[in-house]
Nanobody
Framework: QVQLVESGGGLGQAGGSLRLSCTAS????????MGWFRRSPGKEREFIAA????????WYADSVKGRFTVSRDNAKRTGYLQMNNLKPEDTAIYYC??????????????????WGQGTQVTVSS
């Protein structure tokens, strides 16, 4: 069983930056694709970024493309979501997830098998 723990959330300002981390409990993380999701109040969960096991393949939702960067350090069993040029509409609970798959040709079809507990990000204007 892979356990994921997010950290790095908190309060940010519009135009500012925050970096989220997601640390996995087991070494198998290095073989798993990782995704980032968020849920804003009153909205459905949104899939915002993904990265393959090697880091060679990444994907972003249009809502964060050009502002957010996903990366990973398999030696540390940790994934990252660098969030720049924050906007108030980025306010949400952010979740990381891992898949048993290494990558996805169509990221929307990837099943996410393990989830973190979520971390709150609040962006003030």
């Amino acid at each position: 069983q892979v356990q994921l723990v997010e950290s790095g959330g908190g309060l940010g300002q519009a135009g500012g930056s925050l970096r989220l981390s997601c640390t996995a409990s087991l070494r198998v993380f290095r073989n798993n694709a990782m995704g980032w999701f968020r849920r804003s109040p009153g909205k459905e969960r949104e899939f915002i970024a993904a990265i393959s096991w090697s880091g060679e393949s990444v994907w972003y939702a249009d809502s964060v493309k050009g502002r957010f960067t996903v990366s990973r350090d398999n030696a540390k069993r940790t994934g990252y979501l660098q969030m720049n040029n924050l906007k108030p509409e980025d306010t949400a609970i952010y979740y990381c997830a891992a898949s048993r798959r290494r990558s996805g040709n169509n990221w929307s079809e990837v099943t996410w098998d393990y989830w973190g507990q979520g971390t709150q990000v609040t962006v003030s204007s």
